[in-house]
């Protein structure tokens, strides 16, 4: 009997967040991260209010380690949920 191999779905379909367009940057200024920014921290923030990976946002790894942070603090100071309902 032939056993069952997750990796060879055929009807599986992956969809993209996508956050920017092709060839453009999202604007970032480090000096303006901060926990009180909640309408920035927002955009970094999915649906079900995970943190978005590099990947998605194309921050560099010192501005991804300034946004997850602020997220973190604003959560725990009650400015953001920690989940989306």
């Known amino acids: 009997m032939r056993k069952y191999n997750p ?3 055929k009807n599986k379909v992956n969809i993209p967040i996508v956050l920017h367009k092709a060839n453009s ?3 970032f200024v480090q000096g303006t991260v901060d926990y009180k920014n909640v309408a920035l921290l927002r955009k ?4 079900e209010g995970k ?5 998605l946002t194309r921050l560099t790894s010192k501005q991804q380690r300034h946004i997850s942070t602020a997220i973190k603090t604003a959560r725990i100071a009650g400015l953001l949920p920690f989940i989306n309902q």
């Open 25 to 27: 940057t999202i604007p």
């Open 51 to 55: 943190i978005l990976s590099r990947r």
């Open 7 to 9: 990796r060879k779905i």
């Open 44 to 47: 970094y923030i999915s649906a």
